[in-house]
């Protein structure tokens, strides 16, 4: 019996979020390369996308370079540039079938051109789906984003668009990267780091938190079940106490 049976349908989290972090360790742990983890990293995005969409998962927002990630050594940038492109280009016509639909959150323009052309493509041609909602977070991270947001808020009030007073929580989640995408319900990181390393602060304030030791190269479908099994457990009160929650049901 696999896990997907045990999970509740009526209090699935609309949007899950993950941290895929521990190819490195992965691949060190073998006497590999540290390429050699991000390519098993790339292969289980694939399995994982599946099992989210089997489970009616709407949304999908997985954290696949980081801004800080360009500090890394240039080979391995490289390296992980010519992987997505790689992926992107060879799972356009699936995700296309499936139904999936694909978007970037993250500074594009950091990308290297063929990078980016790929991923554009293939946003455009996974524009129709109807499914689950891929969202690749790429050069990212949530300082610059609210330094982005905060930038083009301040050009629209000089330039007289938008007023100071109308400036509400609303105004700024519409200036970010994540515009139109549900908050994530369930934040997942893997490879044992009990941090979130720069990653989607403002969207993830009532997002439940869930840490695995298990590397991503070893992430998969069951272990995608066992996080949303343990996030049907968890109780949101989103500051209210739990009385008010139970009387509300
Ligand atoms: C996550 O795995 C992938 C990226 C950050 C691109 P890491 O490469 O961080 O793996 P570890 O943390 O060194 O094991
Ligand atoms: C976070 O992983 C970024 C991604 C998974 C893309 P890192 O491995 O870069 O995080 P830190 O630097 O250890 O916090
Ligand atoms: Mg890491």
């Known amino acids: 019996m696999s896990l997907l049976d045990k999970i509740d349908k009526n209090r699935l989290p609309a949007h899950i979020a993950i941290i895929m972090d521990g190819n490195g360790r992965w691949a060190k742990a073998r006497g590999l390369e540290r390429g050699e983890g991000h390519k098993e990293g790339v292969s289980v995005i694939k399995k994982v996308v599946e ?7 709407q949304y999908l927002t997985l954290y696949a370079f980081s801004t800080e990630n360009w500090n890394r050594p240039s080979e391995e940038v490289k390296g992980l540039m010519d992987l997505m492109v790689y992926a992107i280009s060879k799972e356009t016509a699936d995700l296309k079938k499936n139904g999936v639909r694909i978007r970037s959150i993250g500074d594009m323009h950091r990308l290297p051109e063929y990078t980016r052309t790929a991923l554009e493509e293939c946003i455009r041609e996974t524009a129709g ?17 609210l330094t982005t947001a905060s930038r083009k808020i301040a050009a629209d009030v000089a330039k007289g668009v938008l007023r100071v007073e109308d400036i509400d929580e609303e105004t700024l989640a519409n200036y970010l990267t994540t515009r139109g995408l549900p908050d994530p319900d369930l934040l997942i990181r ?8 720069n990653f ?5 304030v009532y997002a439940e938190l869930y840490f695995t030791d298990t590397f991503w190269p070893d992430f998969g479908e069951e272990t995608l079940y066992e996080a949303i099994l343990e996030y049907q457990r968890r109780e949101r009160r989103y500051g209210k106490t739990s009385e008010q929650i139970d009387s509300a049901q």
């Open 51 to 57: 099992s989210a969409s089997k489970a009616s998962v």
């Open 129 to 145: 789906g109807t499914g689950l909602t891929l969202v690749l977070a790429l050069s990212y991270s949530s300082k610059w984003e």
């Open 190 to 197: 893997t490879g044992g780091e009990q941090r979130i390393s």
């Open 200 to 204: 989607l602060l403002w969207q993830c």
